[in-house]
């Protein structure tokens, strides 16, 4: 009796630690979806969902145009009395003519949505495509595709924290210091791997990279920028107006296993959102993420200390944007 309630307690929790490990893995997959909405008058909104404890990233936005049919016929005139329903028309498919959102538009979504658990719901608009699409003169859908981001990887650039994980979102939500007044500062944060002597690099993504003053696409400050420096390289990214990275595209690949990154900001003005990702190259390795003025323990280990560049800020905003300055 007693061996057997021990073989079962033990097959238990292998099943458990099996399924522990299942959902772990599951957890670091990038949960992807895409929404669809048809210009017209019957499913004409579209909207961005995330479950409970997971965050919007938006990826593509995109005007869409299918095939015509019967059921799916030309857009004449009148985008509003036009009746298309998804399930037939507005589905996305590979094939399809598609146009990406103009940056200002993408800026607006993004507004809505970047980091939220869920933002919609938002009209499907038309646009003319012109000749570069054989199918129809005109988009009769749109596509938003998005990832979900477990918020538990969150961590606030300008905090005093620390977090650790296969992968850590850094964050900077411009909304906190609405109306606030400050002088420029600089907030570091200082990321190294979970094992210093593994081969593990760190690589950075820009999920959204907005600088510009707030809510302003047009509107850029010379001295917004985000730094990325590792024991040999760095990177700047700046803000460009009516521009800016977003979408899990790559920045930065480290060649140590240390990276400093300092976000340029006055609180109140500049920037209106940052959120970048970065991850281990190895799965067996975590990144350990240290905002603020504290230092992980691991930090002389993984890499020298870097120049801090906020002494020299406020006096030598002027020449920041040469790039190299120490
Ligand atoms: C998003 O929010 C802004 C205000 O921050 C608003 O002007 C805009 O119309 C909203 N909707 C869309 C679809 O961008
Ligand atoms: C940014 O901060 C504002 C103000 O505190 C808050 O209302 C908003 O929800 C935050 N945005 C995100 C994406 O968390
Ligand atoms: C597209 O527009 C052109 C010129 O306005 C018109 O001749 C043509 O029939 C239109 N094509 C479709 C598929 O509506
Ligand atoms: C910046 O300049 C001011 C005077 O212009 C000076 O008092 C201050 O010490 C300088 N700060 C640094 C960090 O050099």
Request: one cysteine or more.
């Amino acid at each position: 009796m007693m061996s057997e309630a021990i073989f079962n307690a033990v097959q238990f929790a292998i099943v458990m630690s099996a399924m522990w490990s299942l959902n772990d893995a599951a957890g670091n997959e990038e949960d992807n979806h895409i929404a669809t909405a048809c210009v017209g008058r019957c499913d004409f909104s579209y909207s961005m969902d995330c479950p409970r404890g997971k965050r919007v990233a938006p990826r593509d936005l995109t005007y869409h145009a299918k095939e015509t049919s019967t059921q799916c016929p030309a857009i004449k005139q009148n985008p509003d009395i036009i009746c298309q329903s998804s399930e037939e028309c507005c589905g996305y498919n590979g094939g399809d003519c598609g146009q990406p959102f103009s940056y200002s538009k993408v800026f607006d979504v993004f507004n809505n949505c970047s980091g939220y658990q869920n933002c919609g719901w938002f009209r499907a608009e038309s646009v003319d495509f012109g000749t570069h699409c054989s199918y129809r003169n005109h988009s009769n859908y749109v596509a938003a595709s998005y990832s979900c981001i477990r918020e538990e990887t969150f961590i606030d650039i300008c905090s005093e924290a620390s977090r650790q994980g296969k992968s850590v979102s850094l964050l900077y939500n411009g909304s906190v210091y609405r109306g606030a007044i400050g002088n420029p500062q600089v907030c570091h944060c200082i990321i190294t791997t979970s094992d210093c002597d593994s081969p593990a690099r760190l690589k950075f993504r820009v999920i959204d990279l907005r600088l510009h003053s707030f809510n302003d696409i047009a509107s850029c400050e010379p001295h917004s920028l985000v730094m990325l420096q590792d024991t040999a390289t760095s990177q700047s990214l700046r803000c460009q107006p009516n521009f800016f990275q977003k979408g899990f595209r790559d920045v930065f690949y480290s060649s140590s296993p240390y990276v400093r990154v300092s976000l340029y900001n006055q609180p109140g003005m500049y920037p209106t959102q940052v959120w970048l990702e970065v991850t281990a190259k190895l799965s067996t390795v975590d990144v350990i993420v240290t905002c603020g003025s504290s230092q992980p323990e691991n930090v002389l280990l993984c890499g020298n200390d870097l120049p801090l560049y906020s002494e020299d800020y406020e006096n030598k905003t002027s020449t920041i944007s040469s790039g190299q300055g120490h």
